[in-house]
């Protein structure tokens, strides 16, 4: 059975930091492209953040190096680090896989996350 857990949202202050993970299980970690998306309040679901099998990198240009995703093979695990948070950044995060670098979003996704970046 395939699953994706995300953690680490909350509340936080504009100019704070977060880090979510997302633990998978039920399919190859290491052979699936991990995506992060995000969804606000009446707004599209937005790819965020991209990391492919052998480390390589995407991000939305709204991130502005703000944010880095990253994973840890050994853990089924990615990771994406948030800094310097906007309230613009208010959103559930989405962990998403897939099996290829050229489609996305992937198959697989998690419930999601809530984050709130609010004084």
């Known amino acids: 059975q395939v699953r994706l857990v995300e953690s680490g949202g909350g509340l936080v202050q504009p100019g704070g930091s977060l880090r979510l993970s997302c633990a998978v299980s039920g399919f190859t970690f290491s052979s699936y492209v991990m995506n992060w998306y995000r969804q606000a309040p009446g707004k599209e679901r937005e790819l965020v953040a991209r990391?492919?099998?052998?480390?390589?990198?995407n991000y939305a240009d709204s991130i502005e190096g703000r944010f880095t995703i990253s994973r840890d093979n050994a853990k089924n695990t990615v990771y994406l680090q948030m800094n310097s948070l906007k309230p613009e950044d208010t959103a559930v995060y989405y962990c998403?896989?897939?099996?290829?670098?050229?489609?996305?979003?992937?198959?697989?996704w998690g419930q999601g996350t809530q984050v709130v970046v609010s004084s």
């Open positions: 998403n896989a897939g099996n290829t670098w050229y489609r996305v979003p992937g198959d697989y």
């Open positions: 990391i492919g099998v052998a480390g390589r990198t």
